[in-house]
């Protein structure tokens, strides 16, 4: 909006300068109140929500468990493994660390259990580990299991990290995410890792679902037609004005250029 020394100014201008000045006001004081209206709009479709869905907490119990069994294994790397796999091990036991210490805190805050202990599978694994010997042997071992269940965990976080409505989840399963994937570089760069051994993966080859409709209600799309009409022709009134002041400017030029040829004719 023009302040009260712009629109004094105004009045105290000539007639002529004042007529051309009102319509590009008018547009304008019209424009703020349009942009003001669409900013009071709120869709309750894009409403944030806080709650905790049965996946979120699928979520906090796969990153938890995986901590369970993955710092042992880590801490037996650093006894059992080659100095590759030892400093691997020594990694993914930090990483899990710091990871555990968020989720226990996460679940406090939601409200949601974790297990305290590794699955049935997951202790099978830590026992295939504590059997392996040292060297070679157990550098195979561990590379591949962790490698496999990472291989699980991240394609599992990835869909609950696009799918959740908690927004606290939401960063969390980002942070695990970015976790997994480091720890999956790590391990394949022990060079122990059978390819052949992963599952294949699954990839979904069903069309891409129609994008939702934006939902605006007829006031709504009149406001937006509106503002588009108003943007437009504002744009367009300004560039008028602008080429019709340069051509003023040109015409009370050219006068005096023919009077300045004439005298030093």
Known sequence: MLSASELAGLELAPPSSLERSRPLVRILFVLVAVLTLLASVSPASIAQTTAV????AVLLNKVRQAGLWEMPSGMMAMQ???????????????DHGRLDVATRALSQKLNSPVPDQPSAEQMGWLAEEMAAPPGASFDSVFANRLRAAHGQVFAVLAQLRAGTRNDDVRA???VGNQAVLRHMTMLESSGMVDYTALPTPAVSTTAAP???PLGLDPSQIAVVGA?????GGGLFYVLRQIKGNRGRARASRRPATVRTGGTHG
């Open 53 to 56: 869905s049965d996946t979120d």
């Open 80 to 94: 059992k493994g080659s100095p590759k796999v030892q400093a691997i091990g020594f990694a993914i036991m930090m």
């Open 172 to 174: 969390f399963a980002t």
């Open 210 to 212: 129609v994008g939702q």
């Open 227 to 231: 503002l588009f009409l108003l943007v």
